[in-house]
């Protein structure tokens, strides 16, 4: 499962620290209760909403635009259950401080949610991950792994237009975005419990975003930006693939300032019976792995304690102060929930950190990654707070 979201709260002094934890967990179970936020999906009969939108002067209703949502979801994701195989290949830059950039590929050969292969080139350094059923198979090492996690969340942009479960569309109006009428809605709203937790501070990650909307091209019923707090995604220039439609120009931007540009430069069908794609790489030994994998979760970072589940996913915990300004943290977690190795980057690339801090951060123990209930190795990442 994907966590969204990741804040950070600091301040205060230490003493009231557990009244105040205790505090913010039970505000979240209650406010987490009242909600009821999970994820579904609702099947739709086809229906021409594009024409319908125009047709109308006015916004559409609530009913109209959550059916919208839910039908752009089902054209625009190319990895739902049951989708024809494709491969896809695209340019990327990524654009980090004082106006530094950084370009790379990213191909994908897609053969089913448990058959799959992905390969990230930045410069001359790639990385390829192979996946078939119930096992895996790791060939090299990202050193920007920052980028890499800001461009297949881009990808993976679908993912975003979802209704949690009893909610509704709100907001619904018309507007013109870049010379196009668009119909943009709210898609949720849910405020995060607000806290200052003393000492060295506190996570707390939760199942979804607080707030998220998106717009769609009055035109042709397809997504073209989509906004969660400061982070926003572009997307243009579709094509067609099978029953599918898929953006060959996408920008995630943070502040307005760009973070990731992709450009797919090839998006076709692929024939499983003929590739090698899936043909795991010499000399590497395949790992356990599933495509419904349960991540780590917590039970103590560094030398900090008192990690704690939220109801319905996520976790609340002390921040140990070896993990303050840091951007990305990559925790290998065994199967039995011990941190072996970790790594840690910037948006410059992976940057090294001190033997005495490395050695308090691998103290973490976790309640370790499961496949059908069996412990698996895999990562934690940590702040994940790239949405």
């Known amino acids: 499962m994907e966590w969204n979201v990741l804040s950070i709260y600091s301040g205060g002094t230490l003493a009231p620290m557990l009244s105040r934890y205790s505090r913010v967990l039970n505000e979240w179970k209650t406010f987490s209760a009242a909600l009821c936020i999970s994820l579904g999906f609702v099947l739709l009969a086809e229906t021409n909403f594009a024409v319908g939108l125009q047709k109308s002067s006015s916004p559409p209703s609530k009913e109209v635009g959550k059916a919208l949502v839910e039908r752009s979801n089902q054209l625009t994701n190319l990895r739902a259950p049951g989708s024809a195989p494709f491969h896809v290949h695209a340019k990327v830059k990524s654009h980090g401080p004082k106006g530094q950039t950084r370009e790379g590929t990213y191909e994908l050969w ?98 979804l975003e607080s707030d998220r909307s998106a717009c769609w091209d009055a035109a042709t019923g397809l997504p073209i930006r989509i ?37 797919l430069d090839s998006l076709e069908p692929l024939d499983v019976t003929t590739t090698s794609a899936f043909a795991p790489p010499d000399g590497i030994a395949a790992k356990p792995w599933c495509s419904n994998m349960i991540s780590p979760t917590p039970l103590r970072l560094g030398s900090a304690t008192g990690a704690s589940p939220l109801p319905g996913g996520g976790f609340i915990a002390p921040l140990p102060p070896e993990l303050h300004g840091l951007e ?13 190795d970790l790594r840690t980057f910037t948006i410059a690339g992976e940057v090294p950190i001190k033997d005495r801090e490395k ?19 895999a990562d934690f990442l940590m702040p994940e707070h790239v949405k």
Request: hydrophobic share 40%; proline share 6%; aromatic share 8%.
């Open 110 to 207: 897609w053969a089913s949610i448990d058959r799959l292969r992905e390969e990230v080139s930045w410069g001359d350094k790639s990385f390829v991950r192979i996946a078939d059923n119930d096992r895996q198979w790791i060939d090299g090492s990202d050193p920007y792994r920052l980028d890499t996690l800001h461009l297949t969340t881009l990808l993976d942009f679908s993912s975003r237009l979802r209704i949690p479960s009893g909610l509704s569309v709100d907001r619904v109006q018309t507007k013109e975005i870049e010379g196009v009428t668009a119909t943009c809605m709210r898609l949720f709203h849910a405020p995060p419990p607000s806290a200052s937790v003393p000492g060295t501070g506190l996570v707390l990650k939760l199942p």
């Open 227 to 263: 906004e969660t707090g400061s982070v926003r995604l572009e997307l243009g220039a579709y094509s067609a693939i099978g029953n599918n439609q898929f953006p060959r120009k996408l920008w995630k931007l943070q502040d307005g300032k760009p973070l990731i540009e992709v450009e």
């Open 328 to 340: 990305l943290v990559v925790f290998r977690v065994n199967e039995a929930g011990q941190a072996v």
């Open 359 to 377: 050695r308090t951060l691998l103290e973490s123990r976790f309640r370790a990654a499961t496949c059908d209930g069996r412990p698996v190795e």
